[in-house]
């Protein structure tokens, strides 16, 4: 199929519906081999546990899987904690995952999917979630977020920013909007930031290319140093 006339769009359609229909007996027989995957990699994760429990080691995932049980088992336990810890705040909440989430939750109120008890208190920023790697997904954040509001909570917007100046947090506010959306019902979006310190200078867009066949990563991190130095030194005027 040629992209050609005006129907380009239509046969940009048919050639990935194509190559969908192509891709099927493929995964069909990936389809049979799935049982015989799950099966495996969950043998894999016996032994693993198995040797972990012989050395006497716990992972992040243990601890996190063992205090939840904990919780989830032992009412009293719960009781206690919550006598204990009359609110519970949480910082960096965006890089909270779902199993934090339900520890939080039971901490709070004694229910690890109703928020309860005007409890928590919790610090983030959707747009800083890194740590997906570690399981940790925003849209965990998106909810308790809603969830506070709901239950009679407030939500604070922190949006001064007194460390950049006026016309580089201009630029971001004009360029941000169009790239992460504005709309608050996402699980992430921008919010524009007030300044607090005013220059006269421009913002400035420095890209260097570095050629990865000849450069290594340690040789363009020096160059990069050594340019940002250089420029430093012209706008001290040295």
Not at 33 to 56: D, N, V, Y
Not at 68 to 91: E, G, N, T
């Amino acid at each position: 199929l040629q992209r050609k006339g005006k129907n380009k769009d239509v046969i940009d359609a048919l050639k990935k519906s194509l190559e969908i229909v192509l891709s099927l007996p493929l995964c069909l027989k990936a389809l049979a081999l799935a049982p015989a995957w799950e099966t495996f990699l969950r043998i894999i994760q016996q032994g693993i546990s198995q040797k972990r429990q012989e050395l006497g080691i716990l992972a992040f995932d243990d601890l996190e899987e063992m205090a939840l049980s904990l919780l989830r088992d032992h009412p009293d336990v719960v009781a206690k904690c919550r006598r204990q810890y009359r609110y519970i705040m949480v910082d960096e909440f965006q890089d909270t995952n779902e199993r934090q989430r339900r520890l939080i939750y039971l901490l709070c109120g004694g229910n690890e999917e109703v928020l309860r008890d005007h409890r928590l208190f919790v610090v983030g920023d959707a747009k800083q979630s890194i740590y997906r790697f570690r399981g940790a997904d925003v849209s965990v954040f998106a909810r308790v977020r809603h969830e506070i509001v709901a239950s009679g909570g407030e939500m604070v917007c922190l949006n001064d920013n007194f460390r950049s100046v006026d016309t580089l947090l201009t630029l971001c506010n004009d360029l941000f909007p169009a790239l992460m959306g504005a709309d608050r019902s996402q699980d992430v979006y921008y919010e524009p930031l007030q300044f607090h310190r005013q220059t006269k200078a421009k913002p400035e867009l420095y890209v260097y290319h570095y050629d990865g066949k000849t450069t290594t990563g340690e040789e363009a991190r020096l160059e990069e140093v050594n340019r940002l130095a250089r420029q430093l030194a012209v706008l001290q005027g040295k």
